[in-house]
């Protein structure tokens, strides 16, 4: 399980202007702007880019495709963690083919699907294969974790199911989930752009990486990457958000 829900420190603006200054400078002695370019010219190459349609397809198109998989590995996952906990069987047949998915490096497994599908849904499969064994055996953990007390409790005073579903393992599956969308988010922006840049799709921030690469446009390199992590952090941020809503709502409930 993953055990940590949040970070123990959180970022202050101050350690921001720290590293910003440090990058500065490092790019003023090194003096070449293929090696590094300074913070300011990042802004500049992207307040340029901003400007093209192109860019905000690719950017649009990534951000759908990586959700995409995320959300369809999260729901997926939480309907097979729930047939395990309820079917020993089905668990056992889960077991060896969530080891392996967590086991073949994101490169292998882009190799392969490339060779049973285009590049256009690449970062969709590889975003739900990421994701897919973290919620799964965060949300497993959740339900083995209800309390055998409270299982008798349902039994004596016949609960229904809903009843049951709503106020017994959804209150010892949340936490667990919570702690996965920490990693399971951020993994997937990075699994997803990873497998864009060995697919290379017509529209793509992974392809855009790339092409940067490619023609040594290291300012274009900056800036995509840190609209990436921009993405990356305000979808966190948003399901995370949305996530303790919920919690929150059904808590109250109890």
């Not at 490619?214 to 990356?232: E, H, K, R």
């Amino acid at each position: 399980m993953i055990s940590t829900m949040e970070p123990k420190h959180k970022i202050k603006v101050w350690t921001i202007v720290f590293w910003l200054l440090v990058w500065e400078l490092l790019s003023l002695a090194i003096n070449n702007r293929i090696f590094l370019v300074s913070p300011h010219e990042v802004l500049i190459r992207l307040q340029e880019l901003s400007l093209s349609s192109s860019f905000w397809l690719s950017v649009v198109i990534s951000l759908t495709k990586i959700v995409s998989g995320f959300l369809l590995a999260f729901l997926s996952a939480l309907l097979s963690a729930f047939l395990a906990y309820r079917f020993k069987r089905i668990g056992e047949l889960l077991a060896p083919l969530v080891l392996i998915i967590k086991s073949i490096p994101v490169a292998s497994f882009v190799i392969l699907v490339l060779l049973w599908t285009s590049s256009k849904n690449l970062a969709i499969v590889i975003a739900f294969l990421m994701v897919y064994p973290i919620i799964f055996e965060n949300a497993l953990k959740g339900l083995n974790n209800t309390a055998q007390e409270k299982l008798e409790l349902v039994k004596i005073y016949r609960l229904s199911n809903f009843a049951c579903y709503r106020y017994l393992y959804l209150e010892s599956l949340l936490p667990f989930l919570e702690s996965a969308l920490y990693i399971a988010i951020g993994l997937a922006f990075k699994a997803g752009i990873a497998a864009e840049i060995i697919g290379l799709p017509e529209y793509g921030l992974g392809t855009l990486l790339y092409e940067s690469k490619l023609y040594f446009a290291t300012s274009d390199l900056f800036a995509y990457t840190l609209v990436i992590i921009i993405l990356s952090l305000v979808t966190q941020k948003l399901f995370l958000y949305l996530f303790k809503t919920l919690k929150g709502r059904l808590s109250g409930c109890v």
